[in-house]
Structures are given as structure tokens and as C-alpha cells.
């Protein structure tokens, strides 16, 4: 089958490989959306390996559905203090051997409606992340920093669930509306930008970490004794509610390129020309 495959140094490149083997159930791919932390991955040290894990595909019964690409057990002390994603279990890709690709073995999925196109349904796996991270996120005033895709789908929730919601980005014309006062909470979904989150909140406010966003002010923490939580990747309940709630938000339109042209689609993403790329086979 045809599928995207990092080379030696951690590039993509379009290759002929031999189709999904192992455990679970073989799916044809639909779509796959390009996430952040699959640009994160193009290194040499994952050399061979076939990314994307937003995933849109068809079962063997013709069902459409959006794979669950990690499980947690939900049975450990940590799935039931609700860090399922630090889960001992939750590291085993449960796509094989990636979304980038014609066809793959998966082990769970959830089914997707009519509502939601194939381009739509890869942002399930997303949208249920931000659903598992707004659940630490207090009511009321919330800055969001960063408005790439995941902070625009942060935002999206945040004022659904009837938030007030202000947004900043490194580049202005992705910023707005900026905080006119102290903010109850702030989401940090992009490197840069802490020291404005950590100031942003009133005393006693609350800050998710929602990216790998580099150093922390603790001054501002200690100061204002606020509290600190990190938030990453999805679980299938995550994966079930983000369904039913995404043909009611608003959302970015995704770029659609085929499979073939992924260089194409990388690029533009890199250099921040589409917000979101989905690739299908
Ligand atoms: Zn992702
Ligand atoms: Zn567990």
C-alpha cells in the first residue's frame, strides 16, 4: 500500500510498503489530519515510522469511524485519578502502522454520524484532547495563548460551554479579542507566551498546560497562589462527547490535499499558511 514514511533522517517520503500486519482489526484509511506533534516527530530517531494518528476510516462492516489511537487501561490509580494519558497501558499505539497510510490495523474507534464529513471527523481525536483539558479550566474569564488549530478549537469550547473568552498569538492578526481586565484562567496552547498567561490571571486563578510551552514563571504561581495543571492527549470518552459536540461548533475549515501531495501540505502548515491540513489516501 501507499504510504508516508520517514526516511533515515526523519523526513517524509511517499513509499510502497507491505500492507497493516498484527493484532486488531484492518480499516481503509479516509482521512488524516497533520497535528503539531507529528511535525514535533520528524527526526531522525523515529526513522521508519508511519505518523498520523487523527484518523478517519472505514470498517470491514462499512461503518465510518475515528480511531482511538492510545488506550488507557481505566483501572490503575492513575486512569482513576483521571491522568489516563500517563497511564502505563496508554503508550501502545493502538493504529498500525500509522494514519498516513491506505489501510491500518486499529483496535478501537468511534462511530462517526452523518453530520460529519471524513475532513471533519479527523478532528475528533483533537477536539476530544481540548474537551479533557477545558475540564480542568475554572468558568468565567479565560485567555487562551496561542491560536494555531488547537488553540482556536480550545477557544471554540470555551465559549460554547458560555465562557468569555479572549485570545493572543505571537502574530497579531491571529490575536482577539484581547483581555481587557484580569482573567480567571488561561490555556497555554503554544511555546512563548507564559510570562503573559501567568500575569494575565487574578490571584487564586488557574493556568493549563496544554503544550510543551518551555519554562514557567513561578514567581507570578507563588505570588498569587495559582494553580497549575497540565492536560495532555485524548481518551475514548473524550473521543465520544468530542462527536456529539463538533457539528455544533465553529471551527476552521481544514485543507484537504491528497496523501501524495504531504510535502505540499507540511510546508504550508510549517509556515503557518493553513491552520489545519487533513490528507486523504
Ligand atoms: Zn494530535
Ligand atoms: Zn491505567
Known amino acids: 500500500m501507499r504510504a508516508v514514511v520517514l526516511d533515515a533522517s526523519g523526513r517524509p517520503a511517499q513509499a510502497d510498503v507491505p500492507g ?16 503539531g506533534s507529528d511535525v514535533e516527530k520528524l527526526r531522525p530517531d523515529f526513522a521508519g515510522a508511519v505518523l498520523g494518528h487523527e484518523v478517519v476510516a472505514v470498517t470491514p462492516e462499512g461503518r465510518r469511524v475515528a480511531l482511538v489511537h492510545h488506550a488507557a487501561c481505566g483501572e490503575c490509580e492513575r486512569c482513576r485519578a483521571g ?3 500517563t497511564c502505563e497501558s496508554f503508550r501502545a499505539a493502538t493504529i498500525r502502522p500509522g494514519g498516513f497510510a491506505e489501510r491500518a490495523r486499529a483496535d478501537a474507534w468511534v462511530e462517526l454520524p452523518h453530520a460529519v464529513t471524513d475532513a471533519l471527523g479527523t478532528y475528533v481525536e483533537p477536539l476530544a484532547c481540548v474537551l479533557r483539558g477545558a475540564e480542568r479550566v475554572p468558568r468565567g474569564r479565560v485567555l487562551v495563548v496561542g491560536q494555531g488549530f488547537v488553540g482556536r478549537l480550545f477557544a471554540a469550547v470555551l465559549r460554547h460551554r458560555g465562557d468569555e473568552v479572549f485570545a493572543v498569538d505571537a502574530e497579531p492578526a491571529r490575536s482577539g479579542p484581547e483581555p481587557d481586565g484580569p482573567v480567571d484562567a488561561a490555556v497555554l496552547c503554544a511555546p512563548g507566551g507564559a510570562e503573559r ?5 487574578e490571584p487564586a486563578g488557574t493556568v493549563l498546560v496544554f503544550a510543551d510551552a518551555g519554562a514557567l514563571p513561578a514567581g507570578p504561581v507563588y505570588r498569587k497562589e495559582l494553580s497549575v495543571h497540565g492536560s495532555r492527549s485524548a481518551t475514548r470518552a473524550a473521543m465520544e462527547r468530542a462527536v456529539a459536540l463538533l457539528p455544533g461548533l465553529e471551527l476552521p475549515e481544514p485543507e484537504v490535499l491528497p496523501l501524495a501531495r504531504f510535502d505540499e501540505g507540511l510546508e504550508r502548515y510549517r509556515r503557518r499558511e493553513a491552520l489545519k491540513v487533513v490528507f486523504v489516501p
Open 20 to 35: 497493516p500486519e498484527g493484532p486488531g482489526v484492518e480499516v481503509e484509511i479516509r482521512a488524516c489530519g497533520l497535528c
Open 197 to 201: 498567561a501567568f500575569e494575565a490571571v
Open 83 to 85: 491522568h489516563e494519558s
